[in-house]
């Protein structure tokens, strides 16, 4: 099976345009800060 990870960065506006999204499309959204995770030092650009 292939599998796909795809990681994306919106310049530190991520929780806003996550917000934007989900209020257009609905759902439900759970966000997952990387600041302050065990794998904070293994992302550059938290």
């Not at 530190?12 to 904070?40: H, W």
Request: with cysteine; glycine share 8%.
């Amino acid at each position: 099976m292939t599998q796909i990870n795809a990681y994306i960065n919106f310049n530190g506006k991520c929780r806003e345009a996550m917000t934007f999204y989900n209020e257009c499309l609905g759902g439900d959204l759970v966000l997952q800060p990387v600041e302050g995770s065990p794998i904070e030092d293994q992302c550059p650009l938290a």
